[in-house]
């Protein structure tokens, strides 16, 4: 298998298993992922971590020798497995964090940003490297990056193709924590900061805020009102309150 899907306590963890190729994203590898989200999907895991195995990469992005010599039917076919791939993760009922333990290129950054949360290992280097194949992002990262780091920055790192470290990815926000030491335990103690709250609660926050980066101010604000009406209906919103007012600790159920 390209990959493994374990269980590291309440969590489950994808680590990428071509350290030979810097991990990078075979078709086949991409098919093992999307498997791999529809059983966390089902689990009852309260966050999903991905890494990458080795001490060189995360992922070096899709797998060049597979993307050479095909037809153009063919090529938008992949990129839209990919983007289709990349996009269930993103709409998974719990959160994710990328562990970014080393080097994330081209569609091994796209993966990341698909992840609810990055946070970088400090040896970590990020970039969107395809201008250099003379070619663009494919696996979403136009339309992601901007979201994430903000229009100028994004057409930087893109039409530059300029490698980013660690530090400086913290800095425009690319990624949310730096990771010194053990990575893993570093990413889960990160979930750990969010993972104790109720799931469909924090399904509604990513749900606002995605919609927030793709609609009029007005119109999100319509959805935050439902959304959180949403939120207000559930048996842990009154959970949360009534322990709030005992001065106690909520017993969050997911429901
Ligand atoms: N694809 C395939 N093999 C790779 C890749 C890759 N992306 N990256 C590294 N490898 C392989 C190398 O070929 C090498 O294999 P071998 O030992 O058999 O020659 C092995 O991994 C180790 O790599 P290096 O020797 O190059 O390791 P270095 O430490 O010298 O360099 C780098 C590490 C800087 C990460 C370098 O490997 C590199 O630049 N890799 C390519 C990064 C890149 O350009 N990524 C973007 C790819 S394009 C993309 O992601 C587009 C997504 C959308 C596509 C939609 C299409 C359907």
Redesign the pocket.
Known sequence: MSIELSRVEEFALITLNRP???N??SFALIRDLGHAFDEVAASDARALLITGAGT??FC????????TGRSLTA?????E??QATFAGLDRLPLPSVAIING?A????L?LALACTFRIATKNA?MG???I??G?I???G?TQRLPRVIGEARALEMIMTGRTVDAEEAQRIGLVNRLADGDAVAQGIAFAREFSGYSLPVLGFAREAVRRALDNPVNEGLRIEADLSTLAFQTADAVEGMDAFIAKRKPHFKDN
Do not use: M, R
């Open positions: 030979d190729a810097l990078a994203l060189k990469a070096a992005g899709a797998d060049i020798k597979e993307l090529q938008k076919e992949g990129a497995f990919g080097y290129f081209g569609g091994g796209e280097k969107l490297p395809e250099k194949l070619l992002p494919g696996y990262g």
